[in-house]
């Protein structure tokens, strides 16, 4: 049991590894320099000499193992560096979201409970006949469904042509938070319908 448990951690830890690694080498393979995106986004006339410095502050001008190592520490350590936008931390950008993210999924995970588990059960009770088989049919094809795409056809139907529910500018009151919460829940909630 402990061999067991000892080789699942050391996959858990080869994975991360691996999937540091993927990230960031796709985030070099995008053709230019991070630090020109930067500047480009900040809309300054930045000198020579500031974007040398910003280049050692941010180890661009180290090679890519040792840029490697510091990036992976500061994934480590939580240190994310600073929002290009407005210059705060990134953790505190990601944490700041974090209950609206939570809030969003707990809902959708719900919903999909509430309708897939009784039509499971009713599948179960009803395998073979061709009403089951037509609905795990239909399911399947939900489930195929690419979730960008179904959102934007929510969007498209039910907040650009009919109106129903907005795109954004969230309020404060109980009613229009659930009006905006209504079109993202059923955007993740359709495919875990199908899986439940």
Same mark, same amino acid.
């Given at each position: *049991?402990?061999?067991?448990?000892? !080789? !699942?951690?050391?996959?858990?830890?080869?994975?991360?590894?691996?999937?540091?690694?993927?990230? #960031?080498?796709?985030?070099?393979?995008?053709?230019?320099?991070? %630090?020109?995106?930067?500047?480009?986004?900040?809309?300054? /006339?930045v000198?020579?000499?500031? &974007?040398?410095?910003? =280049?050692?502050?941010? /180890?661009?001008?180290?090679?890519?193992?040792?840029?490697?190592? @510091?990036?992976?520490?500061?994934?480590?350590?939580?240190?994310?560096? $600073?929002?290009?936008?407005?210059?705060r931390?990134?953790?505190? =950008?990601?944490?700041?979201?974090?209950?609206?993210?939570?809030?969003?999924?707990?809902?959708?995970?719900?919903?999909?409970?509430?309708?897939?588990?009784?039509?499971?059960?009713?599948?179960?009770? @009803?395998?073979? $006949? =061709?009403?089951? $088989?037509?609905?795990?049919? +239909?399911?399947?094809? %939900?489930?195929?469904?690419?979730? #960008?795409?179904?959102?934007?056809?929510?969007?498209?139907?039910f907040?650009? !042509?009919?109106?129903?529910?907005?795109?954004?500018? *969230?309020?404060?009151? +109980?009613?229009? @938070?659930? $009006?905006?919460?209504? %079109?993202? &829940?059923?955007?993740?909630?359709?495919?875990? &319908?199908?899986? #439940?």
């Amino acid at each position: *049991m402990l061999t067991y448990v000892v !080789r !699942r951690l050391l996959y858990a830890v080869l994975t991360f590894a691996g999937i540091t690694v993927a990230t #960031f080498a796709l985030v070099h393979a995008v053709p230019g320099d991070p %630090l020109d995106f930067y500047i480009s986004r900040t809309g300054f /006339h930045v000198s020579k000499n500031a &974007v040398e410095t910003l =280049r050692r502050q941010l /180890h661009l001008d180290e090679p890519l193992p040792l840029q490697y190592v @510091h990036w992976f520490r500061g994934i480590v350590t939580l240190d994310l560096g $600073r929002s290009i936008v407005d210059g705060r931390p990134v953790a505190d =950008r990601i944490l700041e979201k974090l209950p609206a993210t939570f809030e969003l999924n707990l809902a959708a995970f719900l919903l999909s409970a509430l309708i897939g588990v009784p039509i499971g059960l009713w599948s179960a009770r @009803h395998a073979g $006949r =061709r009403l089951e $088989r037509a609905a795990a049919v +239909f399911f399947f094809l %939900l489930y195929s469904l690419p979730s #960008f795409w179904v959102a934007l056809l929510l969007a498209q139907c039910f907040s650009v !042509r009919l109106r129903l529910f907005p795109l954004f500018g *969230m309020g404060e009151t +109980f009613s229009d @938070h659930l $009006r905006h919460l209504v %079109l993202p &829940v059923i955007t993740l909630a359709y495919a875990q &319908v199908a899986i #439940f």
